[in-house]
T-cell receptor, first 110, second 116 residues
Framework: QSALTQPASVSGSPGQSITISCTGT?????????VSWYQQQPGKAPKVIIH???NRPSGISHRFSGSKSGNTASLTISGLQAEDEADYYC??????????FGGGTRLTVL | QVQLQESGPGLVKPSGTLSLTCGVS?????????WSWVRQPPGKGLEWIGE???????TYNPSLKSRVTMLVDKSKNQFSLILRSVTAADTAVYYC?????????WSQGTLVTVSS
């Protein structure tokens, strides 16, 4: 299975909004509404911030939102804060009943 | 609040076998969740290795399937990963996790280095 495609890096200034894309195929992202997003701070385990395309777990800021169109999912972070600086990974359930991750995107808050 | 804790050797010789166990507290291994393994080579991205459920049913990453076995031990409330014929490319931080369509609890991770 091939990794989902994410931009290697994105950046934004405090208060701005940024969007990270995650492109797959009709066999994964496009097949189900089972896309999730993870935030990973340096030296820490990943943490889920969005699941099932749009759902935020309890305790996750409303500044994080997810969407999907066709084979591409997106994570939007509004009102950027310094603490948002981290690596972000998307993942998707696949038709083969496996899970596949994106390559990861490093977010820099300028 | 579930806690997941890996245990196992931090150093494995090339061509050898990597074995890790994940102890689960705060949930039963017999629950309806799936118990997963994910790894992350130093400085690189996440790679899903596979998952196992309480009845021993497994799903593996096709790229690793020929070398991987995952097992559950209900008596000890833990699950395990066995990866055979390792090379330097298998050097990574290994995470165990609880999943159900997505991974919602992660262990802290343990670095396993493949080196002679």
């Amino acid at each position: 299975q091939s990794a989902l495609t994410q931009p290697a890096s994105v950046s934004g200034s405090p208060g701005q909004s940024i969007t990270i894309s995650c492109t797959g195929t009709s066999s994964d992202v496009g097949a189900y509404n089972y896309v999730s997003w993870y935030q990973q701070q340096p030296g820490k385990a990943p943490k889920v911030i969005i699941h099932d395309v749009t759902n935020r777990p309890s305790g996750i800021s409303h500044r994080f939102s997810g969407s999907k169109s066709g084979n591409t999912a997106s994570l939007t972070i509004s009102g950027l804060q310094a603490e948002d600086e981290a690596d972000y990974y998307c993942s998707s359930y696949t038709r083969s009943t496996t899970l596949v991750f994106g390559g990861g995107t490093r977010l820099t808050v300028l | 609040q579930v806690q997941l804790q890996e245990s196992g050797p931090g150093l494995v010789k090339p061509s050898g076998t990597l074995s890790l166990t994940c102890g689960v507290s705060g949930d039963s291994i017999s629950s309806s969740n799936w118990w997963s393994w994910v790894r992350q080579p130093p400085g690189k991205g996440l790679e899903w290795i596979g998952e196992v459920n309480h009845s021993g049913s497994t799903t593996y990453n096709p790229s690793l399937k020929s070398r991987v076995t995952m097992l559950v031990d209900k008596s000890k409330n833990q699950f395990s990963l066995i990866l055979r014929s390792v090379t330097a490319a298998d050097t990574a931080v290994y995470y165990c996790a609880r999943a159900r369509g997505y991974i919602y609890d992660w262990s802290q991770g343990t670095l396993v280095t493949v080196s002679s």
